[in-house]
Structure formats: structure tokens, C-alpha cells
T-cell receptor, first 112, second 116 residues
Framework: NAGVTQTPKFQVLKTGQSMTLQCAQD?????MYWYRQDPGMGLRLIYY???????DKGEVPNGYNVSRLNKREFSLRLESAAPSQTSVYFC???????????FGPGTRLTVL | AQKITQTQPGMFVQEKEAVTLDCTYD???????LFWYKQPSSGEMIFLIY??????QNATEGRYSLNFQKARKSANLVISASQLGDSAMYFC?????????????FGTGTKLQVIP
């Protein structure tokens, strides 16, 4: 039981490059989330998926797209990376005993 | 208006002492939930404790307790008998129904440093 896994752990991109962050959970949770964490700003929701086949925008969706490939996997795509997207990205799934979220280890992304 | 406010960017506490981390919230949803998460320097987010809006008693989990004052809309985390391993960022979060889905909002965090 690995919980929530994310790949890659670290990534450096040049402005304009694209990439996909992968996330998978093995807890059979319906809800999955993508957050970004910037210094002094806590975690801000980019996109979420309430169930397989559905996705919705969160607080800061511009510049990102997502795919809920199946119940396990939820990917985040940057089509044309910008320096403002330098951040730590966390994937989470939810449906714990208290409906708490379970987080992946994070991806540290730097855009030059 | 901020949904979750953590007014203490940083806190120091002596080892073995108790410390309170503040959190206030704002919501119109009568059925909401409050969470605290710990983020050590290694970066992972660890769930600590939960309080539901209808819970009559304050939540406790080991050395963690949540001082829930509903009328004041506050949900402070109390850590008793602080240990060096408690040094970390602490985030307060709230789950509420917003726009048809269960939205979770995080505060900006408090950095706790435990002094030996």
C-alpha cells in the first residue's frame, strides 16, 4: 500500500517547455487534487477531480490542464511552462476516516 | 476575506512545554470540517487532527488537541510536551461545501521551532 505517489520528484524546465506531472493513489479514493505550494502562501488548489471522469478548476488553474485517467491516476500538465510556475506541486486524494486528505511527497519544479 | 487565517508566521517553544498555534476561519456552510497538518523539513504533509463543526467535544490525538471555539470561529492547535521532532510547518485547513463540491482551503502556515 504505497498511498499517493508522484513522479518526478524534481524537474527543471526552460520557459516554454511542456511536461506532465503524474500522480497515482492505491486507496480507492474518489476525490483527487492538485495543489501548488509557494513560500508564505500555503497550499493553493489548482484542479480537483471529485470522481473518475470529472475535473474542475480550483483557485489557480491558469496555465495548467489535468486528466483523470482512471480512478487511480490524476495527471497535471503544463503546456508552456513559465517562471511563475516554479513551485512545489502536491497531489492529494481524499476519503479518510475524517475525510482528510492524503498527500504525495511533492514535485519540486523550477522553470528557468 | 481570508477563509483560513493563521496569524503567527513563526513560533518558538521550549522543549517539554506546551504551545498553541492559532487558526481562525470563515464559512457560511453549517457543516464544515477543520484539519491540522504538519509539514516537516522533508516536505511531506502529515494529517494530525480533525474537528467537525457539529462535534460537541474538542478533538484530541495523543499530544495534539484542538481548542474549538465555534462562536469565535477559531480552531487552535495545542501541542503538549513539545519535542524536537515537532519542529515543522503547521497548516490549518477547512473543508466546506462550495460551488457544489467539498472545497478544502489551507492557511498560510506557522513555522514552529522547538528549542532544546
Amino acid at each position: 500500500n504505497a498511498g499517493v505517489t508522484q513522479t518526478p520528484k524534481f524537474q527543471v524546465l526552460k520557459t516554454g517547455q511542456s511536461m506532465t506531472l503524474q500522480c497515482a493513489q492505491d486507496m480507492n479514493h474518489n476525490s483527487m487534487y492538485w495543489y501548488r505550494q509557494d513560500p508564505g502562501m500555503g497550499l493553493r488548489l489548482i484542479y480537483y477531480s471529485a470522481s473518475e471522469g470529472t475535473t474542475d478548476k480550483g483557485e489557480v488553474p491558469n496555465g495548467y490542464n489535468v486528466s483523470r485517467l482512471n480512478k487511480r491516476e490524476f495527471s497535471l500538465r503544463l503546456e508552456s511552462a513559465a517562471p511563475s510556475q516554479t513551485s512545489v506541486y502536491f497531489c492529494a486524494s481524499r476519503e479518510g476516516v475524517y475525510n482528510e486528505q492524503f498527500f504525495g511527497p511533492g514535485t519540486r519544479l523550477t522553470v528557468l | 476575506a481570508q477563509k483560513i487565517t493563521q496569524t503567527q508566521p513563526g513560533m518558538f517553544v521550549q522543549e517539554k512545554e506546551a504551545v498553541t498555534l492559532d487558526c481562525t476561519y470563515d464559512t457560511s456552510d453549517p457543516s464544515y470540517g477543520l484539519f491540522w497538518y504538519k509539514q516537516p523539513s522533508s516536505g511531506e504533509m502529515i494529517f494530525l487532527i480533525y474537528q467537525g463543526s457539529y462535534d460537541q467535544q474538542n478533538a484530541t490525538e495523543g499530544r495534539y488537541s484542538l481548542n474549538f471555539q465555534k462562536a469565535r470561529k477559531s480552531a487552535n492547535l495545542v501541542i503538549s510536551a513539545s519535542q524536537l521532532g515537532d519542529s515543522a510547518m503547521y497548516f490549518c485547513a477547512m473543508r466546506e461545501l462550495s460551488g457544489g463540491y467539498q472545497k478544502v482551503t489551507f492557511g498560510t502556515g506557522t513555522k514552529l521551532q522547538v528549542i532544546p
